[in-house]
């Protein structure tokens, strides 16, 4: 029995110490597995990984050894190992039904979530067992499992997980209401939308976002009165925070479509403020442009409409049109027409084009532009008959009328006008004078008398009225009509006051041409006597046409024989000019004379010769000295002056055959027989068809007799026959024919006439005629080279073409750039010119070849002189003035040559103004002044608009202004309409050159921008 006990005593023990080393074991492996999950929750993954590892080595059998796989695949995820998926993916396959299973996508999915990695996170939440959760991790899971899909643009996967937990309490709860409520934002569903954000604006994080998505939403179901209230709360509290300017802009387009533009316009302008540009739509920038029109906000307007104008489609068309607008009440009236082109070009609103269409033709009517707004308007009737605007296009087109200078289609339209008043007829009036006076500046006379009666048809205004008949007076004049011209230049005196229209005094002055042209000389006198009282009051003894009267007077005088009168006022033209004294020593001299005061004559006659070698009067002065030397019977000392004729190469005054035959008579009375029928013989053979050839015929006949040598008469005789031949007639006839094609402006024709007469006849006496009217033919058909060698050929003649045809040779070597030759010619016609219009004519031709060589202080001299002179045309003294400017400018004295340029602008309205026009709109762009350069060159264009090259530099120069007022978008316009519409090909050609410029700069700011 003891022994019994002690066995079981020791089989106790025994137990007991295995159990207890048993439990031994169990405590280490627990320490070590409870070591390693305090070093998991510490995120020390490394050395929990060793523990969890050692723990499946020392108890491979116990239940914790399988979740210590499972925290070893945790390990391995959290350190990016790259077998941790395979690790719990495994952990998966071997243990389905492990509570661990369930959970395995979760934790990876909550891995790959915090990293960003939404696919995957997607990958894993999709094996999640939700029964396996609690519910706050169900919650959890429910958010980040919906955050992933939400990246992804699954929204409908999503909402869903959002909706399952949106409504318990947990950390997530205001996000998942927010993604919820965006995703019903996206979808259309604003009522529960507003419901979620509402919930998630509860959380401060989410309050900016939730303000800008229920503003949005209010704005999209077009909800403005509650979106107002809504977004000015929001405003005024700030809980939009950095949303704000995005709230502020709903609220803006809010007004904006409640058409409370004053209100929108404000904020649109704080939105711009902060963001800028960049972000807008197209839309947008369109209803902040509008809405700033009509909040008059006119700049932001601006600002905004450019960048959309231009846009190839409805909204670029609409924003064309309210650009063109506020340009418009911006006073930016140029702006304004180049936006109103836009617009008008495109066909998306026909409304809009055909308020685009009044508004430009309307403008360039305001702007004085008459010759772009007249077929504006035209076209504008023609199109649209029944627009609201026809009655004011009515009446702009006939002020347009009156401002252009297409006269003829103007008087045609009023013409054919059913129902006209007072004020298109006194259009109509203006109209047909304007029409005359170009046509007299073209020199068209017959056509100008035309229009002039068709102007004095009305009598409203007056002043139109009475210049129409004095000009009417002028072209009869020119006409030589002169009876009628009387009477026009009567009217005038009659209608008009002497101090209310200078024309009226100078219809004295021309009534006095028209008499004296007549001849009818005791009826000239007292009207240039009445012209030149009239004058010397108004315009002072200085005048141009005083000064001419008053030499006509004195001729006048002379030729009626009152010769104390007409020296007087020699005498009195003498002393207050010096250009005619030559001419007029030539008249008192032969006044004294006529009066037989021959020492007095013969003395100015020599004062003349001696004082002028190179004055046309020199031949004629000479002649009569040397006449009164053959009275006075010193026939050596005639003989000597009569030489000095006889031998220049040229006989520019035909007095050759004259002074032989004076000659003549002096040999004769010295009884040098032989001498005297030498010069004689000249006579004959050299000018058969000269007045004294038939008297120098018959003195050769005496003399043979008296040396009883008459059958040496015989042969001179039929020489006198042979160059006076019976069929003369017939030969002048061929010659009058080409001539009168000459006179009727059939250049080709009369070419082939002369050419044919000088080649059939080249010894008849109007070869020489006839080779001048064929060079002149050849000039005019701009057959320059035929033109200078026939030209040449007369020089070298020398007969009475030789100074017209000097002038002609130097106009076309100045034509084909020969510039040293054409100084050269003008140089020689110079030394030659006699009368005031040769003299013009020289120093014109030196000032512009002077001034094309760089020669601009020889240029300027002879401009000064033309513009001393005092008797030089108004054209070119106008022209004289252009130079003086040109010079100034090339010498980049500025203020000077606008003095210069303003005074030919002021002159009469030729080329030379319109070139002068220009220069000074050049002289204020070289100077910065932009806008004024561009005011200038408008005035050009309507003043000047017919000198098409200079019209196209103007817009070219405009362009080039707006550039540097950085106007770059009415500059490209600018320049587009050049391309599209100007019919020049070297200034459209320039044009696309300058935009193709400004395109590539623009595209290379846009790289640059984007670059940064």
Not at 223 to 232: F, G, R, S, V
Not at 393 to 415: C, K, M, P, Q, T
Request: charged share 25%; with cysteine; hydrophobic share 35%.
């Amino acid at each position: 029995m003891v022994k019994k006990s002690i066995l079981l005593f020791f089989a106790c023990i025994n137990v007991f110490i295995a159990f207890a080393q048993n439990t031994a074991a169990h405590n280490a492996s627990d320490r070590t597995y409870y070591d390693g999950m305090e070093l998991f929750d510490k995120q020390k993954y490394v050395a929990a990984r060793e523990l969890f590892r050692q723990y499946i080595q020392s108890a491979p059998q116990e239940t914790r050894a399988i979740e210590c796989e499972y925290y070893i695949g945790l390990c391995a995820l959290n350190l990016f190992n790259d077998d941790a998926e395979y690790l719990l993916n495994n952990f998966v396959e071997k243990y389905p039904n492990h509570i661990k299973s369930g959970r395995a996508g979760f934790d990876l999915g909550n891995f790959f979530y915090t990293n960003k990695s939404y696919d995957k996170a997607i990958l894993y939440y999709a094996k999640v067992d939700e029964s396996k959760l609690s519910h706050e991790e169900l919650n959890n899971y429910y958010f980040k499992s919906g955050y992933s899909s939400f990246t992804k643009k699954d929204f409908a996967t999503a909402l869903d997980k959002f909706n399952k937990c949106k409504g318990a309490k947990h950390q997530y709860t205001p996000a998942a209401n927010y993604y919820a409520g965006y995703i019903e934002f996206k979808n259309g569903e604003y009522d529960t939308a507003i419901a979620d954000l509402q919930k998630a604006a509860e959380s401060k994080e989410y309050k900016p976002l939730v303000a800008v998505l229920i503003a949005n939403i209010y704005y999209r179901q077009a909800k403005y009165d509650e979106l107002i209230p809504y977004a000015e709360k929001v405003i005024a509290d700030k809980s939009a925070g950095p949303n704000t300017n995005d709230v502020k802009l709903i609220l803006a387009d809010a007004y904006f479509f409640k058409q409370e533009y004053a209100k929108a316009t404000p904020l649109f302008k704080d939105y711009l403020t902060a963001t800028g540009t960049k972000s807008l739509t197209p839309d947008m920038k369109y209803r902040i442009g509008f809405s700033s029109y009509k909040a008059a906000d006119y700049k932001q307007a601006v600002d905004m409409l450019q960048a959309i104008a231009t846009d190839k489609d409805s909204l670029g068309q609409s924003s064309a049109y309210i650009l063109g607008l506020s340009y418009l009440k911006s006073e930016n009236k140029n702006a304004a027409l180049i936006s109103f082109e836009l617009a008008q070009r495109s066909v998306f609103s026909a409304v809009i084009n055909e308020e685009a269409m009044f508004l430009y033709a309307k403008i360039t009517s305001d702007l004085g532009r008459f010759t772009e707004a007249t077929p504006r308007l035209k076209n504008f009737i023609e199109k649209y008959p029944k627009s609201y605007h026809m009655q004011e296009a009515y009446e702009l087109l006939s002020e347009s009328f009156l401002g252009s200078r297409n006269y003829d289609e103007a008087l045609v339209y009023i013409e054919n006008l059913k129902h006209q008043n007072s004020r298109i007829h006194t259009t109509y009036q203006r109209i047909a004078y304007y029409k005359a006076v170009e046509l007299i500046n073209k020199k068209q006379y017959a056509a100008a008398i035309v229009a002039l009666d068709k102007s004095s048809t009305y009598n409203f205004d007056k002043t139109v009225y009475i210049n129409s008949f004095y000009w009417k007076g002028e072209c009869l004049s020119l006409e030589k009509r002169y009876p009628e011209a009387i009477e026009s230049y009567s009217t005038a005196i009659e209608k008009g006051n002497t101090l209310e229209n200078t024309n009226v005094a100078k219809a004295y002055y021309g009534q006095g041409y028209a008499y004296y042209y007549q001849k009818k000389w005791d009826e000239a006198i007292p009207q240039f006597v009445k012209f030149i009282t009239i004058q010397a009051e108004k315009k002072g003894k200085g005048d141009i046409y005083y000064r001419d009267a008053e030499l006509r007077l004195a001729d006048l005088y002379f030729v009626t024989r009152r010769f104390p009168e007409a020296i007087k006022y020699y005498d009195f033209a003498l002393a207050e000019r010096n250009e005619d004294e030559d001419y007029i020593l030539f008249q008192k001299a032969t006044i004294n004379y006529l009066t037989n005061k021959t020492s007095q004559a013969y003395s100015m006659y020599a004062q003349l010769t001696n004082k002028y070698p190179n004055s046309a009067y020199y031949d004629q002065a000479l002649m009569q000295r040397c006449q009164l030397d053959l009275e006075a019977s010193k026939y050596e000392v005639a003989i000597e002056g009569y030489n000095k004729i006889i031998n220049k190469k040229e006989d520019l005054n035909g007095l050759k055959p004259i002074a032989l035959q004076k000659r003549a008579i002096s040999y004769f009375n010295l009884k040098d027989y032989n001498k005297a029928i030498a010069d004689n013989k000249r006579i004959v053979y050299e000018y058969p068809k000269s007045a004294p050839a038939y008297s120098a015929l018959l003195s050769i006949q005496e003399m043979l007799g008296i040396q009883d040598k008459s059958e040496e008469f015989a042969p001179i005789l039929a020489k006198y026959k042979e160059l006076n031949p019976s069929d003369q007639d017939l030969k002048e006839v061929e010659f009058r024919s080409a001539q009168s094609l000459y006179s009727s402006q059939k250049y080709p024709q009369a070419i082939t006439g002369f050419a044919a007469f000088i080649r059939q006849y080249p010894t008849h006496p109007n070869v020489s005629e006839a080779q001048y009217y064929l060079a002149d033919s050849y000039f005019r058909t701009k057959d320059y080279s035929n033109a200078k060698a026939t030209y040449i050929e007369i020089l070298a003649e020398k007969n009475q073409y030789y100074k017209k045809s000097l002038q002609r040779v130097a106009d076309i070597a100045y034509l084909q750039n020969d510039l040293p030759g054409s100084l050269k010619y003008y140089s020689e016609f110079q030394s030659l010119a006699s009368s005031n219009k040769e003299k013009t004519a020289a120093w014109t031709g030196l000032m512009v070849a002077f001034f094309d060589s760089n020669q601009l202080d020889s240029c300027m001299a002879y401009a000064t002189r033309i513009i001393s002179h005092g008797s030089a045309a108004p054209d070119a003294e106008n022209k004289a003035q252009l130079y003086k400017g040109k010079v100034s400018y090339q010498k980049k004295e500025y203020d000077a040559a606008q003095d210069y340029l303003l005074s030919c602008i002021n002159g009469p309205k030729d080329i030379s103004a319109a070139e002068a026009m220009y220069y000074v709109a050049k002289i204020q762009f070289d100077k910065k002044q932009y806008a004024q350069s561009m005011e200038t060159l408008y005035d050009f264009n309507n003043t000047f608009n017919s000198y098409e090259t200079l019209l196209g530099k103007s817009y070219l120069l405009i362009a080039e202004n707006l550039v540097m007022k950085n106007e770059i978008f009415q500059a490209k316009e600018t320049l587009n309409s050049i391309i599209l519409k100007f019919p020049n090909a070297d200034i459209k050609k320039q044009a696309q050159a300058r935009l193709d410029q400004l395109n590539a700069t623009d595209a290379k700011t846009k790289e640059g921008a984007g670059n940064e």
